[in-house]
C-alpha cells in the first residue's frame, strides 16, 4: 500500500497559471518535505515542514509556496510557472530529522 | 560546490559485470542511505549505514560506509537490467538533522 502519495501524477499547466500540487501520507511522520527533480540529477530540496515548522531554503524562489494544514496532508503551490519550473515534484516523510525518507512517486509537471 | 561527490555520473555495462559507485565528502556524516530511482519513480531507499567501517549486503548489492564516515561505496556484482536506475547516495551531516543532502547521482544502464 503507498504510504506517501502524489496527486496527480501528471499536471500540465500554461505559462503564469497557478497550479497546485497535493501529498498524502499514512506514516504519521513528523516531517515533510517538497523536492524538485530535473532530467537525471539529484532532488533538490526547496522546504520541508517540521510538524508545523515551515523551513524554506534560501535559494527557493518565491514563486515556490507550500502549506501543511495537517500532519497528513502537504501542497505545493506555484504561482505563477514558469518554462524552468517544469520538472519532477517529490515529497517525501521522515519520521524525525535524521530518519530515512519515504518518498512519493512524484508528480510530473510541464509547463506549455 | 557539492558537499557530496559521487561518481561515476553515468555508467553503462553489460549484464553479468561488476561495477562499483562511489560516494565521497570532505564532511562527516552520522548516516548515510543509498537509494535506487527508477524512471516516473520516487527513490526508494536501499540501506541506511551508521557505524564507520560498516559492511551491509543486500543479495548482489554491497556497501561500505568508510571509517571516518566521509566516504560510502555501493557494489554491484552481476549486474542485471532490472538494476538499471538512478542511482543516489543522501546523508545527514553530523550535528545536522535538518537537511538530507544528496549526492549528485549516478545513472546506471545494464545492457541485456
Known amino acids: 500500500d503507498a504510504m506517501v502519495i502524489q496527486n496527480p501524477r501528471y499536471q500540465v499547466t500554461q505559462f503564469g497559471k497557478p497550479v497546485t500540487l497535493s501529498c498524502s501520507q499514512t506514516l504519521n511522520h513528523n516531517v515533510m518535505y517538497w523536492y524538485q527533480q530535473k532530467s537525471s540529477q539529484a532532488p533538490k530540496l526547496l522546504f520541508h515542514?517540521?510538524?508545523?515548522?515551515?523551513?524554506n531554503e534560501a535559494d527557493t524562489p518565491d514563486n515556490f509556496q507550500s502549506r501543511r494544514p495537517n500532519t497528513s496532508f502537504c501542497f505545493l503551490d506555484i504561482r505563477s510557472p514558469g518554462l524552468g519550473d517544469a520538472a519532477m515534484y517529490l515529497c517525501?516523510?521522515?519520521?524525525?530529522?535524521?530518519?530515512?525518507?519515504?518518498f512519493g512517486n512524484g508528480t510530473r509537471l510541464t509547463v506549455t | 560546490t557539492q558537499l557530496l561527490e559521487q561518481s561515476p555520473q553515468f555508467l553503462s555495462i553489460q549484464e553479468g559485470e561488476n561495477l562499483t559507485v562511489y560516494c565521497n565528502s570532505s564532511?562527516?556524516?552520522?548516516?548515510l542511505q543509498w537509494y535506487r530511482q527508477e524512471p516516473g519513480e520516487g527513490p526508494v531507499l536501499l540501506v541506511t549505514v551508521v557505524t564507520g567501517g560498516e559492511v551491509k549486503k543486500l543479495k548482489r548489492l554491497t556497501f561500505q560506509f568508510g571509517d571516518a564516515r566521509k566516504d560510502s561505496s555501493l557494489h554491484i556484482t552481476a549486474a542485471q537490467p532490472g538494476d538499471t536506475g538512478l542511482y543516489l547516495c543522501a546523508g545527514w551531516v553530523s550535528g545536522s538533522a535538518r537537511q538530507l543532502t544528496f549526492g549528485s547521482g549516478t545513472q546506471l544502464t545494464v545492457l541485456p
Open positions: 564532511s562527516v556524516f552520522s548516516s
Open positions: 517525501a516523510t521522515s519520521r524525525v530529522g535524521g530518519s530515512p525518507l519515504h
Open positions: 515542514y517540521y510538524d508545523k515548522d515551515f523551513n
